[in-house]
């Protein structure tokens, strides 16, 4: 009869940094951190710790504004590979989404 062990985590990368490019130029974001989680695996024989990050940004509805930008680019950079980011383009239908649930918040009175 062999010992059960708990299932391992398994993380793509840990989090280090993002960026977003509009037209290739940097958006600024209004708040930017990094999110720690921390877990401990147990199994018969020990306790493991084992820790990921996430992160936290956050960005003015203006960023995602259909036709602000032609081509908007999120960059995604690891901590195992921090100087190569997995990069994915933001489509007009994504971007025009983002728009519509920020309507209440850019409707605000008083916002700015």
Request: hydrophobic residues 30%; proline residues 9%; glycine residues 6%.
């Amino acid at each position: 009869m062999g010992v059960l062990t708990p299932p391992d985590f398994k993380f793509k990368a840990d989090f280090e940094e993002m960026v977003i490019l509009c037209d290739g130029s940097p958006v600024q974001p209004v708040h930017r951190g990094k999110i720690e989680y921390v877990e401990p695996l147990q199994n018969y024989y020990r306790t493991t710790i084992r820790t990921a990050y996430a992160g936290m940004y956050t960005y003015t509805p203006e960023a995602f504004e259909p036709g602000s930008c032609k081509q908007l680019e999120l960059q995604i950079y690891s901590e195992t590979n921090p100087n190569v980011p997995d990069r994915k383009m933001v489509g007009s239908i994504t971007m025009q989404r983002v728009w519509s649930d920020l309507q209440s918040y850019r409707n605000t009175p008083g916002r700015q």
